[in-house]
């Protein structure tokens, strides 16, 4: 580096094992590595159960039917998709960092509009939240695929996330605004409950 202790690096990617691995004491490399080993296993079990319950009880309960022996279900299913991720990961090169920041990027799109203007104005209807969601969701994926097959360029700073949450919330509140006539007759008691605290 700098100093001339170490070889110049490969990549950016490489400076914080190289510092703990030539630079910090063993114990504390030793720490930071586990550290890091057990956040990404907590994450990714976390996932995959949830992918895991959402297959085997939140979208048969959705198409009205349940699943027999969910227990059962639920661990192959978890096998399945465990060893699908394996595979994605081991296949893909940039494709996984493509996937995580569409993923990242999807659930704001969708979920932040609907929640921060769903649960604090008294206007949002469900069309508004429906219509908001489908637009991040379909934003969000025709611009995240278009510039990873880099079709085109954003400009410095903006990103399709962005683009896709300003989106989701224009119609958000153009839905809502459309649609006021049946908002008071649409939200659940529960809901009203939480927006009125």
Known sequence: MAGGRLAPLAAPDQATPALLLNVTPIVLAALVFSGVAAATMSAANSFINIGAAIVTHDLPIALGRRVNNELLWGRTVTIVIGVAAAI???????????????????????????????????????????????????????????????????????????????????????VSMLTRRTAPSTLDPDVRLVMEL
């Open 88 to 174: 994605t990961a081991q296949r893909s090169g940039s494709t996984v960092a493509f996937l995580g920041i569409f993923g990242w990027g999807l659930f704001a799109s969708t979920l932040v509009p609907a929640l921060a203007v769903g649960l604090n104005w008294e206007g949002a209807t469900r069309a508004g939240a429906m219509a908001s969601i489908a637009t991040g969701l379909v934003v969000t994926l025709a611009l995240e695929t278009a510039a990873y097959r880099k079709a085109f360029t954003f400009p410095a700073g903006v990103t399709a996330s962005a683009v896709a949450m300003v989106a989701s919330f224009l119609v958000f509140i153009l």
